[in-house]
């Protein structure tokens, strides 16, 4: 077994050093590949290739708004909710013979009626309220960025 | 930690940051914008920074969490830690010696997170386990496994598609 081999053995058990990780990519990267080790070649030109990646000085932040049919879906999730709390609570209230059907499961008592109905309602403002933050935080970090750009002039 | 020293550090580091974020997230505009927010959440605990052994490390692990917050923020169906196989291989289309150096990165952008971020910090930074272990918050033989199966998938994969062509 030849040194190259020896240290690919160590690479793919992931114990070899920086140093012998150097000597492979030199080689690999170099014209005097022996043809048993071409197919290992296109490994180390990928990582030299993803090395040139480099940071663009000149970066823009971008403030992501949220499309009209996310904004429109969670209007409509929301308002669902409400609307089913509320045609829970006055159903109960003005007939309390009346009983739901949650899960496939008769539920008679109008307090655990209104419960579900209340969680779900919750959840349904919480999604809503979490997209506005994240718009919200989106913006401000925008804003932030300017301030603080000014500042590490 | 005045504006220089920030900017010294940060203008130093920008690439590797951009490297990982672009890893981490597979969106070059995303990448961008989030190693943009660290730079002002670092400069806003710039006396937390002062005070890091070693701001490297401190820097890019702080850069891995903002990706990863990221990541769950859009609720992200790929679990971040997990070890599945490389999913979606090529369609037997056959790939010229150029491409598939191509084709190796594609393979690593379908490791899962945890060894994607760490093949491309061994293989592309040539960072050290120890400092590997601290970005991941992970133990160094820890990172020795991900790092060996990564490797491995990919050597596997690559193999396949060479015999394929």
């Excluded at chain 1, 920086?18 to 048993?36: A, C, I, M, R």
């Excluded at chain 1, 090395?51 to 209007?75: E, G, V």
């Excluded at chain 1, 899960?103 to 309220?129: H, T």
């Excluded at chain 2, 859009?74 to 599945?84: A, H, V």
Aim: some cysteine.
């Amino acid at each position: 077994m030849n040194r190259i081999d020896e240290i690919l053995e160590k690479y793919f058990a992931g114990s070899s050093s920086l140093t012998e990780e150097k000597e492979l990519k030199t080689y690999f990267t170099s014209q005097d590949v022996k043809p048993e080790h071409e197919k290992y070649v296109h490994i180390f030109r990928a990582y030299e290739k993803e090395k040139n990646a480099t940071y663009p000085q000149n970066a823009t932040y971008t403030i992501k708004r949220i499309s009209f049919k996310r904004r429109f879906m969670y209007t409509v999730s929301g308002i669902a909710a409400a609307c089913l709390l509320v045609i829970t609570v006055v159903r109960f209230q003005a007939n309390t013979g009346d009983y739901m059907i949650l899960k496939g499961k008769r539920i008679n008592d109008p307090e655990k009626a209104r419960e579900y109905a209340n969680a779900k309602l919750e959840k349904s403002l919480s999604v809503v309220q979490r997209s506005l933050d994240a718009y919200k935080d989106n913006k401000q970090v925008a804003e932030r960025l300017n301030e603080i750009e000014n500042q590490l002039k | 930690m005045d504006a220089k020293e920030f900017n010294s550090i940060f203008s130093t580091l920008s690439d590797k940051l951009f490297r990982m974020a672009k890893s981490i997230l597979k969106d070059t505009d995303e990448a961008k914008d989030t190693v943009q927010e660290l730079q002002l959440k670092l400069w806003e605990k710039r006396s937390v920074l002062s005070e890091a052994d070693n701001k490297f490390t401190f820097t890019l692990r702080a850069m891995r969490n903002l990706c990863i917050d990221t990541l769950r923020r859009k609720q992200f169906i790929e679990p971040l830690n997990s070890d599945f196989e490389i999913a979606g291989q090529h369609e037997g289309h056959l790939l010229d010696t150029k491409d598939m150096a191509n084709y190796v990165i594609e393979l690593i952008d379908k490791l899962p997170e945890l060894q994607r971020t760490i093949i491309r910090m061994r293989d592309v930074e040539e960072m050290e386990i120890s400092e590997i272990a601290t970005v991941t918050e992970l133990t160094e033989n820890a990172v020795t496994v991900n790092l060996s199966r990564a490797r491995a998938k990919i050597r596997t994969q690559l193999f396949k598609e060479l015999q394929h062509s």
